[in-house]
């Protein structure tokens, strides 16, 4: 069965984004490496030890699931062949035509998460559905959908922006740590929620 | 010149304690190793990985600077002989004698966070200042008097509590990662705040 993950970069203060959306300085580990990695119109420059994390985590992903806002964010910078390559479903009030670019396709559900994350779940086959979004987590975190977590901590304190953990509404949650690796830019650390 | 120490367990979500100050749970790999470790009249129990860590933690400091609220907290399960052992300055808006418990005393500052942070440095000797509680971190944050930090990252989601990083009133701080230890109950991260 389909794992939800969640993969993302946070600031050490909790912050995935600053207060006007801004994430070049979080991403330094994405694109201020030497090893170029393409991956659809992408292009990424990371340090050694982190293009397998990179791959991997496009390899895990069999569907993704995105807020409205994030797609509208990204929809622009991910260009004609965003780097997903899997169809993503775009949890939204707002109808939309399904959109293919590239590789990638996105279909937008209006009837919430859970139902969105069970479309993923149905077209991800033997691989796993990728959350993104502060507002996907949460909802996720609180309907007691998210399996593992992938943090990727970058070492700056961002002091204001898109909070990830806020909004909580939920029990706490036990963490089982399965892996840490650090990296000159950033320290990856996954975990698995324990239920 | 003594450095300004932030030492500290959080969640990933960034919480050192719970909604009503609770902090059992953070703090498992203090309690719940195998290895006993005394100070003062306080004992702990780590895993093996995590005694050189409290050990030096405790080596490094010559001085504390801590808030009212985590002084007036933590005074009755200190005990007797608190497990710091050096001078440690309150900062207060309440006036108060100076109380020594074993080999620990705790002066009471009533003239601001840079008042109490500049005699502890004087007190410290060839050693560094360490701070503790939230409201304490964020005042020397937002005066720019912080130096390293030390997270001890639990692996847990709060969902609500006592957050470390916020009523942040400062510009982005670049961070230097200087060493990460990885531990079966929690995952420590040593930062260099980056002038």
Redesign the interface.
Known sequence: MAKVLLGVTMS???FIA?PNDEVE?LHDWLFGGEHVFYRGGSSFRLDAGDVEILEEAFWMTGAGVIGRRTYDLAEEPWGDDPPFHVPCFVVTHRANEKVVKGETSFSFVTDGVESAIEEAKAAAGDKHVGIMGASITQQC?NAGLLDE?Q?H?A??????GIR??EN??????????TK?I?SPRV?H?R?QVIR
Chains 1, 2 share one sequence.
Do not use: N, R, S
């Open positions: 050490l203060d909790g600053g300085l975190i977590l943090i901590i070492p700056i304190i961002l002091g204001k990830l953990f909580m509404d939920t029990d706490l949650i036990k963490l089982e740590k840490v650090d320290t650390i975990y």
